[in-house]
């Protein structure tokens, strides 16, 4: 008998990762499934990116990277933040890593421990508070309203802030929500968190660049917590980037630190023609991102109208991301005849059963009464896959 370690108990697998492996088992059973679960954009890696990896290969590219990332692309990061955001940052502030998860998993484990307290606003991506887990700490789960789109306020974050309270995650635009938070949002939370010296913040902007309502806005441009805010980003979604697995931080030089300590024992460098990759798309117009994202705001639009013609979803519009939310309660306790729906979690397995379409449970985002649909698939497959859900909710009676 196979005895594992402990450790292996302290979290599960991430649910998204777990639906799309359902819905390949199918497809390989020959059913034809779509894919609506998982947060990749469906578009290819701008051309001029793609010719900066030939060019990378046919350099000799190919030897162990620095473990924080090569000084030139720790440079392309500063530039990037200060054209795109106005952020002052110098490469020692930058760790680049396998992927903006990696980043997050060595800011975590560099950061909490047992005994420690970490809050994380509900609904939040997956492998937050798994990550939390696995660091010993323990997650602070704030359940956010609808009402609010689904932002923390200033008087929910303070209720839940105890003296173990060592870390607070949060993303903007947000998985899988798609709220944006407004300047002036962010700096009420700021004030918060500058009376509490003790409390490190990962802002994950992933979705940065796609964002339907309004520029960018960064909790590092407060400076009164400027030290203690760690930026996590990357080139899956704004690039079409996501096989590359590239992500990165910017933080206080002794946080940047810790985190390539921590690299360094386990993967060190993140794949070399992946950063030269990265330094051109960092550095280079951002005219193919803004085509996506224009194309993902069509999707959105779309999707929206089809989620009206099914009875009983709610849905606050995404302001960011490629994700709708709705809340799906209604069908608690329906029946198609032969299956009771009794939370999010039936829902999704009878819509990938039934209509052969994969979404995401609410529950793994922390929101019970939620399914996750992502719309970063083609206008096809999205009209083709709502006939189906809209055929599937109408059995449920």
Same mark, same amino acid.
């Given at each position: 008998? !196979?005895? @594992? &370690?402990?450790?292996?108990?302290? =979290? /599960?697998? %991430? #649910?998204?990762? +777990? ?14 499934? !779509?894919? @609506? &679960?998982?947060?990749?954009?469906? =578009? /290819?890696? %701008? #051309?001029?990116? +793609? ?30 933040? +200060? ?30 421990? +047992? ?283």
């Amino acid at each position: 008998m !196979i005895h @594992l &370690s402990s450790r292996m108990t302290l =979290f /599960n697998e %991430p #649910e998204t990762l +777990k639906m799309a492996k359902l819905g390949r088992e199918l497809r390989a059973q020959g059913f034809d499934v !779509i894919d @609506l &679960s998982l947060g990749e954009p469906d =578009f /290819n890696t %701008p #051309e001029h990116i +793609k010719q900066s990896v030939i060019k990378a290969v046919q350099e000799n590219w190919s030897h162990y990277p620095p473990v924080a990332g090569y000084p030139e692309l720790r440079e392309a990061v500063c530039f990037k933040l +200060k054209r795109d955001s106005g952020l002052d940052y110098k490469p020692e502030n930058i760790v680049v890593s396998t992927g903006a998860k990696q980043s997050i998993a060595n800011t975590v484990l560099a950061l909490v421990g +047992k005994g420690d307290e970490v809050i994380i606003p509900t609904p939040y991506w997956v492998s937050y508070s798994e990550i939390v887990k696995l660091g010993e700490a323990e997650p602070v789960l704030i359940r956010t309203r609808m009402e609010n789109k689904y932002k923390l306020t200033t008087r929910e974050l303070e209720a839940n802030i105890t003296d173990k309270t060592r870390l607070f995650i949060f993303s903007s635009p947000c998985n899988p929500t798609g709220s944006v938070y407004s300047k002036q949002e962010l700096k009420a939370l700021a004030g918060v968190f500058a009376k509490h010296p003790q409390i490190y913040i990962i802002a994950d902007e992933i979705y940065e660049y796609i964002n339907y309502v309004s520029k960018h806005e960064s909790l590092a441009q407060f400076e009164e917590i400027r030290d203690r805010v760690i930026i996590i980003n990357g080139m899956s979604k704004g690039y079409a980037m996501t096989g590359y697995r590239l992500g990165y931080i910017a933080a206080h030089a002794e946080i940047a630190k810790a985190c390539e300590k921590l690299q360094g024992q386990f993967t060190s460098g993140t794949n070399s023609v992946t950063q030269r990759a990265a330094i051109t798309a960092l550095k280079s117009e951002l005219n193919a991102t803004h085509e996506m994202v224009k194309e993902f705001e069509r999707r959105k639009n779309r999707v929206m109208q089809l989620l009206s013609e099914i009875p009983g979803l709610n849905c606050v519009e995404p302001e960011g991301a490629f994700y709708v939310f709705p809340v799906v309660k209604d069908y608690f306790g329906t029946s198609d005849g032969s299956e009771t729906i009794k939370n999010a979690d039936d829902l999704c397995m009878y819509l990938l059963h039934s209509a052969h379409v994969s979404t995401v449970s609410g529950s793994a985002f922390g929101e019970p009464d939620c399914i996750r649909i992502s719309f970063a698939n083609s206008m096809e497959k999205i009209e083709a896959g709502f006939k189906r859900l809209k055929e599937a909710f109408t059995k449920l009676k």
